[in-house]
C-alpha cells in the first residue's frame, strides 16, 4: 500500500505544477491582481517544499538508493540544461542576459562541487 500512496503523492505534485504553469500561461501578468500574484507565490513555494521532499523517505534497499540518486542526477542535469539554453537563447537572440538564470548555474555548479569535495574527503 505505501507505493500507492507514493504514487499518489508524485501525481499530485505533477498536476499542482500543470495547474500553476496552465495559470501562467493562459492569465497575462500585466492584468494579475495582487492577492493572485501572493497565491501564486505561495503555491510555487509549497511546490517547491514538496518536490525537494519527493524520494526522501526511509530507503529500504540499495536500488531505491540507486533510484533515487539517478533522479536527482537526472533533475540537475535537466536544470543545467535547461537553464544553460536560456542563458544561450538570451545573449545571441535579446543580447541581454537574466542575471538569475546565471545565478542559479553558478550556484548549481558550486554546491556539486563542494558536495563531491566534502563526501570525498569524508571518513
Known amino acids: 500500500m505505501p507505493r500507492i500512496k507514493i504514487l499518489v503523492y508524485y501525481f499530485l505534485l505533477l ?7 496552465g495559470y501562467l ?8 491582481s495582487m492577492p ?4 501564486i507565490c505561495t503555491f510555487l513555494v509549497l511546490y517547491s517544499v514538496l518536490i525537494s521532499l519527493a524520494g526522501e523517505i526511509k530507503s529500504e534497499d540499495e536500488r531505491e538508493v540507486l533510484h533515487r540518486n539517478l533522479s536527482n542526477r537526472m533533475a540537475t542535469v535537466a536544470a543545467t540544461l535547461f537553464i544553460s539554453g536560456g542563458l544561450i537563447y538570451q545573449i545571441f537572440i535579446t543580447h541581454l542576459i537574466d ?4 545565478a542559479t548555474i553558478i550556484v548549481i555548479n558550486i554546491t556539486k ?10 571518513k
Request: charged share 10%.
Open 15 to 21: 498536476v499542482l505544477i500543470a495547474l500553476i504553469s
Open 25 to 32: 500561461l493562459f492569465k497575462p501578468m500585466d492584468n494579475m
Open 36 to 39: 493572485a500574484i501572493i497565491s
Open 99 to 102: 542575471w538569475w538564470l546565471l
Open 113 to 122: 562541487i563542494t558536495s563531491l569535495i566534502y563526501f570525498h574527503y569524508k
